[in-house]
């Protein structure tokens, strides 16, 4: 009962395939290859056009994320004063009626 039970491992099924040889081989020296032409030097960084509608689309889609995080975060903030009110008036029920059970 209170002897472990190790798990068998099951035989395998299918076809098992041999491992594969690898052989050896000699490194040949060739002829070096030709460096290659020289070309016009890419620029290092990608120009971006900006046109007036995606100026506008930018500031659009900055302006609905400041909105949306500003709107969480309010209501974040006002679950937590909600609570901590509903805590102190609670906490005020209680002590008044602690104080009335001392005074009978």
Request: proline share 14%; charged share 5%.
């Amino acid at each position: 009962m209170f002897r472990p039970k190790l798990p068998t491992m099951p035989q395998p099924t299918g076809t098992v395939t041999p491992p594969a040889v690898v052989e050896p081989t000699t490194i040949t020296p060739g002829t070096p290859a030709p460096p290659p032409a020289s070309t016009a030097p890419a620029p290092s960084r990608s120009v971006v056009q900006l046109t007036p509608g995606t100026v506008l689309a930018l500031v659009g889609g900055g302006t609905a994320v400041v909105l949306v995080v500003g709107a969480v975060l309010v209501s974040m903030l006002l679950a937590v004063a909600v609570t901590a009110a509903s805590l102190a008036i609670c906490a005020l029920v209680i002590r008044s009626l602690v104080n009335a059970q001392h005074r009978r």
